[in-house]
């Protein structure tokens, strides 16, 4: 497991370059764009500001996280989805890319799984089973640069 929690960052890393120079010019500019193409082209699961800080997190398949990268799926692999956390200084709009994040995914079957995220390429990520079809609640606790404990919830529908 750490083995591929170390490829998926090293490629990450590899990727970034890419989804930066790739041809957004049909899609206007700014921002949201870079966010929008650093994430593969995935739509957040979920946005909040908590106290000064902007959390943006995705959610998406192994499969579809694997495809973005331009890799296979690795054999093995149990987990089903990838789970990543953008933080943003609401004022400067810089990234936080410093602290420690943990996030508990509890399933519709109520089973909890908590996680401490890796910090990867200006997010923190981590992979979570979630193949029950149904609601899962995910709920984080951060802890940025700047010392204060922040957290969210909310629930994400696994069709």
Do not use: C
Request: proline share 3%; charged share 25%.
């Amino acid at each position: 497991m750490k083995n591929l929690l170390i490829t998926v960052a090293a490629v990450l890393a590899l990727a970034a370059p890419a989804a930066f120079a790739a041809d957004h010019s049909g899609h206007g500019s700014g921002a949201h764009d870079m966010e929008h193409a650093v994430r593969g082209g995935v739509s957040p699961a979920h946005e909040e500001v908590i106290d000064g800080v902007k959390a943006t997190f995705v959610i998406q398949t192994m499969a579809d996280a694997m495809k973005t990268m331009g890799m296979a799926m690795p054999k093995g692999v149990k987990e089903t989805h990838h789970l990543h956390i953008e933080f943003k200084d609401v004022k400067s709009g810089k990234a936080l890319t410093e602290g420690e994040v943990t996030v508990k995914v509890q399933g519709p079957d109520k089973k909890e799984v908590t996680k401490e995220l890796m910090g990867m390429q200006g997010h923190f990520g981590a992979d979570f089973v979630m193949s029950q079809k149904g609601k899962y609640g995910i709920m984080s606790k951060f802890k940025l640069k700047d010392g204060k404990v922040r957290s969210a919830k909310f629930w994400y529908p696994v069709k």
